[in-house]
C-alpha cells in the first residue's frame, strides 16, 4: 500500500476536542464513602491529565489512603464508530481493572461498567458520573449496586483547576 492509496487519517471529533479540555493539572478534593450512614473520609489529592495525540488522555492520581500513598491512572477517549466515551482506571490500592463505558447528555458524562469490589469480594456494577460546573472545575462521582440492588455512593471527587 502507498501513501497514496492509504484510507484517510481519522480526525478528532468535537468530542476528542471536549477531551483536550481536561489536560492540565487539577486539585482534587475527595470524600471516601467507606460505610452507609457514617461520615466520608476526606483528603485532598493532585491529578495530571496529559494527551496522547488528539485522541486520548491519561492520568495520574496521586493522594493518601488511610495513611498509605494512594496513586490511579486513567486513560479516556471517545470512539466515534460506537459513538461512545470509554476510560480504563487502575490503581495501587485494587488488583482489579476498571472498564467503563458511556454517554454525555448536556454538561454531564455517564459511564457504568462492571469491576471487582473489595466490599463484597465480588464483580459489582459501577456508575460514574462526571458533571462539569466550568472549564476549570467539575466534580466527578462514583456508585456501585451492591447484589440486593441498593445503589451506594462510593466517591464524590470536585476537581479545581491547579
Known amino acids: 500500500m502507498t501513501e497514496q492509496s492509504a484510507p484517510p487519517m481519522p480526525q478528532p471529533t468535537a468530542e476528542h476536542k471536549q477531551l483536550a479540555e481536561h489536560v492540565g493539572t487539577w486539585k482534587v478534593h475527595c470524600k471516601f464513602y467507606m460505610e452507609p ?16 495525540g488528539p485522541f486520548w488522555t491519561v492520568s495520574r492520581f496521586e493522594s493518601s489512603m488511610m495513611g498509605a500513598p494512594f496513586v490511579g491512572r486513567a486513560t479516556v477517549g471517545y470512539e466515534p464508530h460506537a459513538k461512545r466515551w470509554v476510560s480504563t482506571w487502575v490503581d495501587s490500592m485494587s488488583p482489579a481493572l476498571f472498564l467503563l463505558a458511556g454517554s454525555l447528555k448536556g454538561d454531564t458524562l455517564t459511564m457504568t461498567g462492571e469491576a471487582w469490589s473489595c466490599m463484597t469480594n465480588s464483580v459489582l456494577k459501577h456508575r460514574t458520573t462526571e458533571k462539569r460546573i466550568s472549564k476549570d472545575e467539575f466534580l466527578f462521582e462514583m456508585f456501585c449496586t451492591m447484589p440486593d440492588g441498593t445503589e451506594l455512593k462510593m466517591m464524590t471527587n470536585h476537581y479545581k483547576r491547579a
Open 37 to 52: 450512614g457514617q461520615p466520608p473520609m476526606e483528603t485532598e489529592a493532585k491529578e495530571i491529565v496529559e494527551p496522547v
